[in-house]
């Protein structure tokens, strides 16, 4: 009998198929970067075996939204009206330091942080996104990168029509790539014109390639596009022919009921950021309404200034609890969907659904939890455990294409002292720079 790569033995498996199956004891057999066999006593030899006794063991979660480099302002700036925040604080900093060794540093900061809480793949959204590439191989994490398309000059482009070449030698070069997956970004409605916003769109069709783009985070930037152009963002994408099931929308705080049945319409993916959201004090997501009317659904963290960190199980727990206490209904969102956003909902906002959940043929993208403590005993129901109970901190060993990338917390393909310590160097000569506000 031929040997596979990896099994996983003995643990509490969650497969977040279709039937949510559960497997009290079971074992998954890895091959090739992919599922091949999960059963409850494999016989399968394996070339490697994590005993997974005492621990659950799911799929990887996916950040649908995130700005990873922004790790190095993780507290620079909180508790401030948003224009401040925005103008007076992070977008000087940025000006002064977004350079690729920044992006590369605060990358290896995010993905270490992203890896130790359980997220096995992330869309990111930022500058110089060719240096986050090389630092999602160099630890082997999944991820979907787009450069930020705008009308003015960008730390990493002088001008749109640059930074659209730069897409697409990016894009070239990625192309086959088995962990990294170009993404078209232009950054938001407010921050790109009609004509780039065509470009953009056009670019996506030519590639074949997601979009992403925030879109109607604040109530003022509606505002100011509705003094503009006479419409709501949705709409005004929707004339421009924008809308399309590739594009996946971060936000979506203030729509109309119009413009949800026009996402639901043309399949339009929406990145919901409840904690950003709230901290930044934006508004709420109308999350429940979106899901009645079919649309897909991932949570993301946006960066980690507007965070401050990236824990998807603080999205999880925050999406149910939020939706709960608006809606007066605590049906709202149960656990389950909330579960659902961080991983198989999540895997079709990025168009793959060989991701998200313990399927043989899937990809392997792996997490184990570690169940013996006492925020995670007695255990009666492991998705409420999951939402309500569990933090990053709970997750023991990471799988990433098959390849185990996290063991019993310790980083495999990484020196992770090595990654705290440029972070902190650098970090000194930004909080030189922080203004006294
Ligand atoms: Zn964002």
């Not at 033995?9 to 998954?28: A, E, S, Y």
């Not at 302002?73 to 992070?90: E, M, N, Q, T």
């Not at 990111?124 to 060719?130: E, G, K, Q, T, V």
């Amino acid at each position: 009998m031929s040997q596979a790569d990896l099994l996983i033995k003995n643990g509490l498996i969650l497969t977040l198929d279709d039937n949510f199956t559960v497997l009290p004891q079971g074992d998954i057999v890895i091959n090739q970067g992919q599922i091949s066999e999960i059963s409850a006593a494999s016989q399968t030899k394996a070339a490697q075996i994590i005993d997974a006794s005492g621990q659950l063991v799911m799929p990887g979660l996916i950040n649908t939204h995130t700005h990873a480099a922004m790790t190095l302002l993780r507290g620079a700036a909180d508790d401030l009206p948003l224009d401040i925040w925005w103008h007076k604080v992070i977008f000087p900093l940025e000006k002064k330091f977004v350079s690729p060794e920044f992006v590369r540093i605060g990358a290896a900061l995010a993905i270490l942080e992203m890896i130790k809480s359980g997220t096995t793949s992330f869309l990111d959204m930022y500058f110089f996104s060719a240096e986050t590439a090389e630092i999602c191989r160099q630890f082997g994490i999944r991820a979907w990168l787009g450069e930020a398309i705008m009308d003015f000059p960008t730390p990493s482009c002088k001008s749109a029509e640059e930074t659209l070449n730069y897409v697409r030698a990016f894009a070239n070069h990625y192309r086959a790539d088995p962990l990294i997956t170009p993404v078209i970004a232009p950054h938001a409605p407010y921050t790109c014109n009609r004509e780039n916003l065509l470009k953009a769109k056009a670019l996506a069709d030519q590639l074949n390639l997601p979009l992403n783009m925030h879109v109607a985070e604040t109530a003022e930037e509606v505002a100011n596009l509705r003094l503009q152009t006479g419409l709501t963002p949705v709409v005004y994408l929707e004339k421009l022919g924008l809308l399309c099931r590739r594009l996946s929308a971060v936000h979506c705080v203030h729509l109309t009921t119009e413009e949800i049945k026009l996402l639901a319409h043309h399949q339009v993916k929406v990145c919901h950021c409840g904690e950003s959201n709230m901290k930044l004090a934006s508004g709420n997501a109308p999350i429940v309404e979106l899901l009645q009317a079919g649309v897909t659904i991932g949570l993301g963290t946006d960066g980690a200034a507007s965070n401050n960190n990236l824990d998807l199980f603080d999205e999880m727990d925050v999406v149910a609890k939020l939706h709960k206490a608006i809606k007066h209904d605590p049906l709202a969102i149960n656990a389950k969907t909330a579960l659902g956003l961080a991983t198989t909902q999540a895997a079709k906002v990025l168009l793959r659904p060989d991701l998200g959940s313990l399927i043989i043929g899937n990809k392997a993208d792996i997490i184990l939890l570690n169940l013996n403590t006492a925020h995670l005993t007695p255990l009666y129901n492991p998705y409420s455990h999951l939402v309500y109970s569990a933090g990053g901190s709970d997750v023991s060993t990471v799988i990433i294409n098959g390849k185990v990338i996290m063991k019993d917390r310790r980083l495999i393909t990484i020196d992770e002292t090595e990654v705290l310590t440029k972070a902190r160097e650098l970090a000194v000569k930004i909080g030189q720079s922080l203004p006294r506000l």
